[in-house]
């Protein structure tokens, strides 16, 4: 039946006009409310280190990607509140372009910056192993340019320019101390006037080891005369914001905090960015280090009083606000329809979704995206001769969590090469620890097994704890993610989610059998636990392979 919907859906998009098309609405999280407010987080999904930029009526946001393609993911909004996937920065390669065969886990892209300047959309992030890099678009959507080393650096990151009223171009950025060997500083350099080279060493222009430990991230502004730089500080899972301010763009700079947690549940908020509304409000968007799901993204109302950002609801009056769980949506001057992020995919498309990301710089052989037929064929690629497990495959297919409750479901056909075996596909929820429902060619023909590997990053293998012989090569694959509130170490504060995971498995799409042991979910390097799929043959020389084809991957309440 889905063939012929989509047979007879090509047929009216070659006689009717184009329309839009309508906007994905999340089953499992949706922060707009309905009715005028909104709730917090706004995308309950590891857009870490957020940052933003109005133009016009548009909000376009990017965040931290680090080792993932395409990176950058660009989302744009009306409101601030309904967010939707429009793009990526950069498609599909990060410099140096080498081969794509492991992936670099937690490093090449952090803490961007967008801007909007003189007609072009610019993003600036740090590399801490190579400096800062630049690209700019005049569209959103793209195309972008090649990166640019603006400023090389080991350890230079979190980078943040600043078009100044004379012409001058600045950078600020702050120092990652496992590269640079210091950490707890802010640097400002001066940049040409196209802000495609430093043309003067960073000075140090504020240093926050005394009172303001591991400051970092930091965003750079103007008003009314003064150069305000936001900035978070006292570390992810629990700082808070403070905020900069000075009449000279060197400094001196004093400094005021100006949103911590206070007495609500919302660990370490800070890390974002200032944007205001055409109808003159100020808004600040920030993260939340919630464990294994990542950092999630919060909406904070904003107020400027004597000089200084108030960010949340300050109660007590001491110009220091608290994070807000529900509130007033923006007044943007209209009201927009509900959007959230993609998630669900039928795969009636011709590239990859904009959800979807590998996990290193992109091999054009790993896939075909032939939504002719409504699927994406995913060749078997030969692991590295060094493979320990999937935490050193690059070609994993994977997108963000979307909520704390959900349900991830796929069908895939296996079809192996006979002429050897070791040939493996499967739903992966991915991190440091991770767990799968895997298929592989045997010996015995094909075998489902459920396995876990614990320690992943530190050379963990994968251990097996059920395991079926298949007749057919076509399954349905399920993990349901649950999250009941509780925290690990909480007795002593601790911040990040019990998520746990249970898989199983049907052959007919209806009745579903439990398959394994749960799973406790673990976030990866830097980002939060992951969910997709593969498809991977072993380290040996042959000039052709099997593949699977994943029919559907399905986001769901139940």
């Not at 980078?159 to 600020?172: A, C, M, Q």
Request: proline share 6%.
């Amino acid at each position: 039946m889905k063939r012929l919907a989509q047979t007879l859906s090509l047929c009216l998009l070659m006689t009717l006009p184009a329309v839009a098309q309508k906007n994905y609405v999340s089953e499992v999280w949706v922060a707009d409310q309905g009715n005028g407010t909104y709730k917090n987080p706004i995308l309950y999904a590891d857009y870490s280190d957020p940052d933003a930029c109005r133009i016009g009526d548009d909000y376009y946001m990017t965040s931290s990607s680090f080792n993932s393609l395409p990176g950058l993911q660009i989302l744009h909004s009306k409101d601030l509140v309904n967010w939707t996937i429009v793009g990526a920065a950069v498609p599909y390669a990060l410099p140096p372009i080498e081969t794509p065969e492991r992936p670099e886990h937690g490093n090449r892209v952090w803490a961007p910056c967008i801007r909007h300047h003189n007609g072009e959309f610019y993003i600036f992030w740090g590399d801490p192993d190579q400096g800062a890099f630049m690209v700019k678009a005049k569209d959103p959507k793209g195309p972008w340019t090649e990166p640019v080393l603006v400023k090389p650096g080991k350890g230079v990151i979190d980078t943040s320019p600043l078009w100044d009223d004379d012409g001058k171009v600045y950078l600020v950025h702050g120092y990652a101390g496992s590269r640079a060997g210091l950490k707890s500083i802010l640097g400002i350099c001066e940049l040409t006037p196209d802000a495609t080279k430093a043309v003067t060493q960073s000075r140090i222009i504020f240093d926050g080891h005394e009172s303001h430990e591991t400051i970092e991230g930091p965003k750079f502004y103007k008003k009314d005369g003064y150069y305000y730089i936001f900035a978070p500080a006292g570390g992810v899972p629990t700082g808070w914001q403070t905020v900069l301010r000075s009449k000279n763009v060197y400094g001196p700079y004093e400094s005021k905090d100006v949103l911590h947690q206070g007495k609500t549940k919302v660990n370490g908020p800070h890390q974002g960015a200032w944007v205001d509304t055409t109808t003159g409000e100020d808004w600040f968007l920030h993260f939340q280090d919630v464990g294994a799901y990542g950092r999630i993204v919060h909406l904070q109302p904003m107020k400027w009083i004597d000089g200084w950002p108030v960010i949340g609801v300050d109660k007590d009056g001491d110009g220091c606000g608290e994070p807000v769980l529900t509130y007033k949506k923006p007044n943007v001057g209209k009201t927009y329809p509900i959007c959230t992020p993609q998630e669900s995919d039928e795969f009636d498309g011709f590239t990859l979704s904009p959800q979807w990301q590998w996990h290193a710089n992109i091999n054009e052989k790993w896939a075909f995206f032939d939504g002719g037929k409504g699927n994406v064929r995913l060749y078997s690629y030969p692991v590295v001769k060094e493979y320990k497990s999937l935490w050193d495959v690059a070609n994993l297919m994977l997108q963000k969590t979307p909520s704390d409750n959900f349900v991830a479901t796929m069908k895939l056909t296996f079809k192996p090469t006979k002429k050897y075996t070791g040939e493996r596909t499967g739903l992966v929820v991915m991190g440091m620890d991770y767990a799968g429902l895997i298929l592989e060619n045997t010996d015995k023909g094909l075998v489902l097994t459920q396995v876990e590997c614990k320690k992943a990053d530190r050379d963990g293998t994968e251990q097996v704890n059920a395991s079926t012989e298949l007749k057919d090569a076509t399954i349905y694959l399920k993990v349901q993610f649950r999250a009941d509130g509780k925290k690990i170490g909480a007795s002593e504060g601790g911040h990040d989610l019990i998520v746990m995971c249970d898989f199983s498995y049907s052959l007919d799409g209806k009745k579903f059998q439990k398959f394994g042991q749960s799973f406790q979910a673990k976030e990866g390097k830097w980002i939060g636990t992951k969910i997709g799929t593969f498809c991977t043959r072993p380290a040996i020389t042959i000039n052709d392979g099997g593949w699977a084809e994943v029919d559907w991957f399905r986001v769901t309440k139940k």
